[in-house]
């Protein structure tokens, strides 16, 4: 049997299934001529890498770890510069430390980064004063500019999106492995921060205890390298089906399917049908992967998604990544953990406060409370404390810059505060202040859990 037609033929089966939130390509030759381009070009990832994000993962599902997965909502191309991408990864690790520290759990460090170009909508067209355009997909489809140049469906973007997530990775790689990462610098990750924030002080006095619990460590001759560098892995919404094929590799030393494009992708609220493209797609690979959970998710549509995306069982294969909102996760959560802890499944459960809990503000823009944020994260640990399941993880959209998208939080920000500086491609992201407030009160409802 020819083992790479076998496998390629399974990343094709997807084809044969309605596909939803696919862009409107105005050129079908073009899609194919640039996936083609995509397919010749080398991964982003390797397949040990995804290998050992699974091992991570299967710690996270048998509790003994904890998921840190954030970063943007939508990547834009103009996006990719060394300040920005090092100020996510600074807002990251410094949320990582906290948690480390004083939730006293090891973090598995996952970034929102280098492929979270796409973005699904409501609607496939957008109308201002009278005008009807195609809606803004993100930047691996057409412009955000409200022109009908910029809002034409290109497939030639998806190539940017390739060489954008390259360049992004690659600098991820160089500041997590040459010495930014390092623990050592936990102090240094804070300087810019400390004199206006409430919550970068409170950060400078926990850097304090780290640094001295080093210190000790070293003049007892200890100095692991695990405090030198850091594990830091790649993630985004698997969403354009054409992008995720064109870098869908055989590895060799196994035969079996990779997505290439990133450590962990996952499936949206948008895509998970259980007869869609998107599903059949995801069986295929041998990445570890996720599925976002909305309120209308049953008990029974949780199994037949473990069913069919982890048949054998396979612990770290599979994250369910919960967004329900603050007002209803207390009451439908609870059934989902119940059902599949009984047929006894292990999978890593992460909460995702975020996409449950955006509204309209006055003002007209999108935009989230942090206090929501916060309460759907309580309402999360509740129903695992109670069930005695393990709280796997938090997935936050977030920047490492000072932006003024979701109202409160220890800067306090108000509605009035949000056109100040709202700089978000799509949904509302909380800033690097609201992101540290946010780890420090997960840290605490962690040990408070254990």
Excluded at 109 to 130: H, L, M, N, V, W
């Amino acid at each position: 049997m020819d083992t790479n037609r076998t496998a390629n033929a399974a990343a094709e089966s997807w084809r044969a299934l309605p596909a939803k939130q696919q862009p409107l390509w105005p050129d079908p030759a073009a899609v194919q001529t640039a996936a083609a381009e995509l397919r010749s070009y080398p991964p982003l990832v390797f397949a040990g890498e995804c290998d050992q994000l699974k091992d991570r993962l299967a710690q996270v599902a048998r509790g003994e770890a904890f998921v840190l997965q954030g970063g943007d909502c939508a990547e834009t191309f103009a996006g990719v510069t060394a300040d920005a991408i090092r100020n996510k990864l600074k807002t990251l690790l410094q949320m990582a430390a906290v948690l480390t520290y004083a939730g006293s759990v090891p973090v598995v460090k996952i970034g929102r980064i280098a492929g979270q170009y796409g973005k699904p909508r409501s609607k496939d067209t957008e109308t201002r004063d009278g005008v009807t355009l195609p809606a803004y997909r993100g930047d691996s489809v057409n412009g955000f500019d409200f022109t009908a140049e910029s809002r034409v469906p290109d497939p030639w973007r998806m190539v940017r999106m390739y060489h954008s997530s390259a360049a992004t990775l690659n600098l991820v790689r160089a500041f997590t492995t040459g010495g930014y990462a390092d623990l050592h610098q936990v102090n240094a990750w804070n300087r810019d921060f400390v004199a206006s924030s409430p919550s970068g002080k409170r950060y400078e006095l926990l850097a304090a205890e780290i640094q001295r619990a080093l210190d000790f460590m070293r003049a007892c001759g200890i100095d692991p390298e695990e405090t030198r560098t850091v594990e830091f892995f790649s993630s985004h919404e698997g969403l354009l089906l054409e992008y995720e094929a064109a870098l869908t590799r055989t590895d060799s030393r196994t035969g079996t399917l990779y997505n290439t494009s990133g450590h962990f992708v996952w499936i949206g609220e948008r895509t998970r049908d259980l007869d869609g493209a998107h599903l059949e797609y995801f069986s295929s690979i041998r990445n570890p992967i996720g599925i976002k959970l909305g309120p209308s998710t049953t008990p029974d549509d949780a199994l037949t998604y473990l069913r069919r995306l982890n048949p054998d069982r396979e612990p770290g294969r599979l994250t369910f990544i919960i967004r329900m909102g603050a007002g209803v996760i207390r009451d439908k959560l609870p059934a989902l953990v119940e059902k599949v802890t009984a047929e006894g499944h292990q999978v890593a459960w992460i909460c995702d406060p975020m996409h449950g809990n955006t509204f309209e503000a006055p003002s007209g823009h999108k935009t989230r409370r942090f206090d929501d944020v916060l309460d759907e994260v309580k309402g999360f640990f509740e129903v695992h404390r109670a069930l005695g399941t393990h709280p796997g993880g938090i997935h936050v959209e977030l920047t490492g810059d000072d932006v003024t998208e979701c109202v409160g939080g220890g800067d306090e920000i108000a509605f009035g505060d949000l056109a100040t500086r709202y700089e978000s491609a799509c949904d509302p992201r909380l800033n690097r202040s609201q992101s540290l407030d946010l780890a420090f009160l997960v840290a605490e409802m962690y040990r408070s859990a254990a």
